[in-house]
């Protein structure tokens, strides 16, 4: 369904609607264990939110990103993504995803 989202998004120029479909998108990859589908996923999402300036969108983005190289093994990578989600909560002033972000980061 996501992927069906995408095309129609894409071409009714919904820029939001595309970009969270994308990211609905990487997280059923993600949750098939399809790493790198769903990476590729949520950087076309953050991508999009970044030209939007939304930047929930964008921590939320960094953050799943910050997970797949967590279950990877990929440390300080993951810590790399995570503290990028915690600065893009902060500016957006979203409490309850920064407390998330610092939990991974403990």
Do not use: C
């Not at 300036?53 to 983005?61: P, T």
């Not at 500016?91 to 610092?102: L, N, T």
Request: no cysteine; glycine share 10%.
């Amino acid at each position: 369904y996501a992927r069906y989202a995408i095309r129609i998004y894409d071409q009714i120029e919904s820029k939001r609607e595309l970009a969270d479909s994308y990211h609905l998108l990487g997280n059923a990859f993600y949750h098939a264990d399809e790493y790198d589908s769903a990476k590729t996923a949520y950087i076309d999402a953050q991508n999009l939110y970044e030209r939007l300036g939304m930047e929930g969108g964008i921590a939320l983005s960094f953050g799943n990103i910050g997970n797949l190289y967590d279950v990877s093994g990929k440390y300080d990578s993951a810590i790399f993504y995570y503290k990028q989600a915690l600065k893009s909560y902060v500016q957006a002033g979203r409490v309850y995803p920064q407390i998330w972000i610092m939990g991974n980061l403990g």
